[in-house]
Every structure is written in structure tokens, then in C-alpha cells.
């Protein structure tokens, strides 16, 4: 950029938010889960084209993956990624605009629907910096990549929009940008060089038994006790085999086995999340969960051995030295001490990086706080921030309007605009 202070630049291009907080409201009402976004994806698409300020606008990649080119002249290309799936949880903020959204999921059982994990942002707050970019064309040169991705939730959307030749469609970006909102103060920005984000494995465990009647137990292997066993020894793992100096979370958010209470199930489905930021630990703990679960069932009679199935991947993300320096000053200029540009790890995880790393290009990601900064305030004060502040993936999950949006919407221009060159 020229010498021009970054906050002088911004306040000198100003946008009326007002149309995308009412888009946002469209979109958080209107949810979606993954592999099934085709309404978000529409609706970004014809906002997009709307503005009328020459976006190639290239649709259905990778499913429902959407991809907007702006080209302004000969300089870095930067990637701007924001994902739009949403969850199967039945929304309980009691927002006038919550979700009342059901849909059948890829298992075919109808689940209700929630952008709990704040994707609704993300598609906004990328639109509306769509428009300030494009307006401020006379201040940058280079060509600027709107990516808006599918399937983040289930880990698979990053990967099948480059498998199904994103880059034949847009140009290889040098650089790839991208943000999430979180259970922080509104109006906050959280960035960090190095790992920024978790890498995660997912298993499906089922358990085999043999079934029968409930009041004739020794007739029978019970699937549900195995079950039972598994899931409380796999919580040491973590308290016992791995070195309290290291990170490493495991998670059974699901367990499932039989339909009603006087029958003896012949399987159950454990299904297992694991968090790591190491991959020797990674390693390690895979290892001993197929261990933990392998010596249960046999312990207990398992008919025969369980079957282990990983059902998602999420690579390590980790912000590159160079262009996170960059983006940090950038940030200092306009958000000054609302950045915290060491920000912790989060033990959340994302697939946008493959987006850079497929290509061999570097990649930065940051934080956007969505909570509203009195109620934070007076929580943090009541010492009870970890208690009632609710998180990503709750169904209380309700991040405020505003700061949120002019924050989410000023941190991708600035990210854009300190590699876009005049």
C-alpha cells in the first residue's frame, strides 16, 4: 500500500452495513448443513453479481463451493476464504431471527439446523468486504479471490473444491486469508504467528455384541456396557499418557446402542474426536485409542473386533512468519490494543489451509470476538466467563450484530490490502 495510514484509508471508503446485517439475519435464519448449501451458495453468488463491480463469479465447485475473481491490474493475487455450512443443533438463543430449520442429513435422518458455529459472519462479513474492496479499486492492484466454501463442519470442503479444479477457475493465489468469530469480546481481534489451530481426527467406533431379551443378560455380550467401559477409559488417555507439557483433547460426543429399554442391543457406535497440535502426540494417542478399544471389547467377549473408522481429518493450521508479521501491523493500526497479536492456540480446528498448502503458499488466519462487550464485561467481572459465556457449537451461540460485523468486515480489507499493491 502507499503510505497512507490504514485507518484513514478505511474511514475514507465507508460502506452502509445496514443491508448485510439484515443479509446476515437472512443467513442465520436460514441455515444449512454440509453438502447441502445451495441457498447460501445462490445467495451469495446474486449479491455478489449485484454489485455490479466485476467479480467473475464461478459456481458449484466442489458441491457448493462459490468463487468470485476481481482483477484490477498487475500485482499479488490474495485469497479471501469464508466457509458456510452450518450444524445439526436446534437453536435455544431465543433470537427473533433464530433458526427453526430442519433438513435430513447424509444419513437421511432429518436433524434440526443452527449456524452455531457463527459461518453466517463469515459469508456476510465476506460480502460486504467484497463491496468496500471493489469500491476502493483506485487504492490496490492486484487480483483479489472471494472463496466461500462448503463443508467445513465435516472437514471435506477446502479439499473438494481443489479437486474439482478450483484452480483451472481462479488464478493460484499468493497469499491465503481467512477468520473465524469466537467466544470473544466483540470488537476484538486474536492473531498469532505459528499454529494458530488444532489438527483433528474423527472416528466412528462400533462395538459388536450379541443381543437378546433385557432380562436374560448372561444369554447375551452387551454392547452397551462395552460402550460404557471404552468411553471411560479412553478419558485417560489424555490424564495419563500424555505429557502434561502437551496438548492433546478427546472427545466421545456420541454414543449409540439399542431402541428401548428391555432389549440387549447387539451393537453400539461410539463416536470419538480427538485434538492435537503435535503430531508425535497425535500419533500417540491414535495409537492408543485402537488400544483402549481393542483390549475392552476383548476383555468383555466382543463377538469380534471392533471396526474403526475415521470419519474426518483436519490438518494443523499453522500462520506463516512472514505474512502473519504483515498482517499483524496492518491490524495495529486500526484495531491498536483490541489486538492480541499472540493470541493462544485454539483447540478448534479448520481445513482453509489446504486452500494455501496445496498450492505451496502461505496462509494466515485469525479471531474475531462476537460477544457483547458489556455482557462480557460484566461477566468477566462475576469471574464466570468459562460458565456463561456460551461457546462455538452451543445451541446458545449467539454472537452480537455489531461490533462484530464492521470488525469481521475492516479485518478481511485490511488483510486484502496490505498484500494488494497500488
Known sequence: MSDQRF??????????????????????????????ESETAAKAASHLASLAAGYEIHTSIGGHGLAGVLRNG????????????????????????????????NDDVVKPVMHACGHDFHVTALLAAAERLAKMKEMWKGTLILVFQPNEERAGGAQAMIDDGLYNKVPVPDIVLGQHVMAMKAGNIGCRVGTIMSEADSFKITIFGRGGHGSMPHRTVDPVVMAASVVMKLQTIVSREVDPNQFAVVTVGSLQAGQTENIIADKAVVRVNVRTQNHEVRNRVLASIRRVVKGECEASGAVKEPLIEETTHFPLSVNDATVTRNVLESFKQVFGDRLDSNTAPST???????????????????????????????????????????????????????????????????????????
Open 7 to 36: 485507518s484513514t484509508l478505511l474511514s475514507s471508503y465507508p460502506i452502509d452495513l445496514d443491508p448485510y446485517e439484515s443479509l446476515y439475519k437472512h443467513f442465520h435464519s436460514h441455515p444449512e448443513l454440509s453438502f447441502q
Open 74 to 105: 498487475n500485482g499479488p493475487t490474495v485469497l479471501l476464504r469464508a466457509d458456510m455450512d452450518a450444524l445439526p443443533v436446534q437453536e435455544d438463543t431465543g433470537l427473533a431471527y433464530a433458526s427453526k430449520v430442519t433438513m435430513r442429513d
Open 348 to 422: 478448534a480446528s479448520e481445513d482453509y489451509s489446504l486452500l494455501a498448502s496445496s498450492q505451496g503458499k502461505p496462509s494466515c488466519f485469525w479471531f474475531f470476538g462476537g460477544v457483547d462487550p458489556k455482557v462480557w464485561d460484566d461477566t468477566a467481572k462475576k469471574g464466570r466467563l468459562a460458565e456463561d459465556i456460551p461457546v462455538n457449537h452451543s445451541a446458545f451461540f449467539a454472537p452480537v450484530i455489531q461490533p462484530t460485523l464492521a470488525t469481521g468486515v475492516d479485518a478481511l480489507c485490511l488483510g486484502a490490502l496490505t498484500f494488494l499493491k497500488t
